[in-house]
């Protein structure tokens, strides 16, 4: 896309709550950080990556889950996401998510491409196939 930056590439693990135990997901993610968006895809499978536009993010922390210390993005849906990068990363990937920006007006994204991506997402760590 035009005016798009690469900012980072990392691996990283959906931290999920487990009863009382936060816990990284067992499939790791390749994530991609752009000025404009993050894209989201398992590193081991062959999948469409999920692309989360840098407007659906509405605010993103560093954060401490269990024993681990994430980032947490919170989306305009309403779903939190808290994301475990590779160790010596944490400070790294916080501060290039902390670049994405909504991209110049001249260009959209396709909010329901976006919306299917975030649902797909959440469906795959919910009930991960083995």
């Not at 989306?75 to 916080?94: A, C, D, Q, R, S």
């Amino acid at each position: 896309m035009d005016g798009e930056k690469h900012l980072g590439h990392y691996t990283v693990f959906i931290l999920q709550q487990s009863n009382a135990n936060w816990l990284p997901a067992v499939l790791p993610l390749d994530a991609v950080v752009t000025n404009f968006r993050l894209l989201l895809r398992p590193t081991r499978k062959k999948y469409a990556p999920a692309t989360l536009p840098g407007y659906y993010i509405k605010h993103i922390e560093m954060s401490k889950r269990g024993f681990y210390h994430c980032v947490a993005l919170l989306l305009v849906t309403g779903h939190e996401l808290y994301l475990l990068p590779g160790t010596g990363k944490l400070e790294n990937f916080y501060d290039d998510l902390c670049l994405l920006k909504v991209p110049p007006p001249r260009f959209t994204f396709d909010e329901r491409v976006a919306s299917h991506d975030i649902q797909r997402l959440i469906s795959f760590f919910r009930d991960p196939v083995q």
